[in-house]
T-cell receptor, first 108, second 114 residues
Framework: KNEVEQSPQNLTAQEGEFITINCSYSVGISALHWLQQHPGGGIVSLFMLSSGKKKHGRLIATINIQEKHSSLHITASHPRDSAVYIC??????????FGTGTRLQVFP | GAGVSQTPSNKVTEKGKYVELRCDPI?????LYWYRQSLGQGPEFLIY????????DSGLPNDRFFAVRPEGSVSTLKIQRTERGDSAVYLC????????????FGPGTRLTVL
């Protein structure tokens, strides 16, 4: 059983569409990370959040600690948003447990 | 300033050989993490350093894997007697102090064991 599960695994969208990626976790956490990985491997941290909602440009991340669920939303999606989006949660205060990622492709 | 750097970017070796992978974290970051990512999977934790000490090495798969960070900055992941199953991308990340700080990832080292 994976302690961090993401859905969907794969997602295709037309440019301009609103996108939602979901993350559920089973461990108790103090914060959750959303990461973006482009082809070629580079990982960039998008958000670290412990409650409520954070917004950065067209990206919005929300978390519900009681329900152990987080969502990443992309408004007005663009082909350059195509990447793998990974959620990760801290475990035992010293390591991250990662979801398997959601592969997003946005077509023009 | 510079981000996290890793060398080499690619390493091809033969089964049974020894390899060293290097990570240069962001200056001043006390926390350093090694992860391994197989194709199509999310990264998996290997080891966490706080300063010079390995605070948690529970993710190292077996005793062929070892990592050091002697001066609290650069870290080296060492793999002895490599096996084909060790082929993966090895990622390094650093953060200022804690796992709940923003994580900065290096570009990774792609290791291929023939």
């Amino acid at each position: 059983k994976n302690e961090v599960e993401q859905s969907p695994q794969n997602l295709t969208a037309q440019e301009g569409e609103f996108i939602t990626i979901n993350c559920s976790y089973s461990v108790g956490i103090s914060a959750l990370h959303w990461l973006q990985q482009h082809p070629g491997g580079g990982i960039v941290s998008l958000f670290m959040l412990s409650s409520g909602k954070k917004k950065h440009g067209r990206l919005i991340a929300t978390i519900n600690i009681q329900e152990k669920h987080s969502s990443l939303h992309i408004t007005a999606s663009h082909p350059r948003d195509s990447a793998v989006y990974i959620c990760a949660v801290p475990y035992n205060t010293d390591k991250l447990i990662f979801g398997t990622g959601t592969r997003l492709q946005v077509f023009p | 300033g510079a981000g996290v750097s890793q060398t080499p970017s690619n390493k091809v070796t033969e089964k049974g050989k020894y390899v060293e992978l290097r990570c240069d974290p962001i200056s001043g970051h006390t926390a350093l993490y090694w992860y391994r990512q197989s194709l199509g999977q999310g990264p998996e934790f290997l080891i966490y350093f706080q300063g010079t000490g390995a605070a948690d090495d529970s993710g190292l798969p077996n005793d062929r894997f070892f990592a050091v960070r002697p001066e609290g900055s650069v870290s080296t992941l060492k793999i002895q007697r490599t096996e084909r199953g060790d082929s993966a991308v090895y990622l390094c990340a650093s953060s200022q102090r804690r796992i709940t700080d923003t994580q900065y990832f290096g570009p990774g080292t792609r290791l291929t064991v023939l």
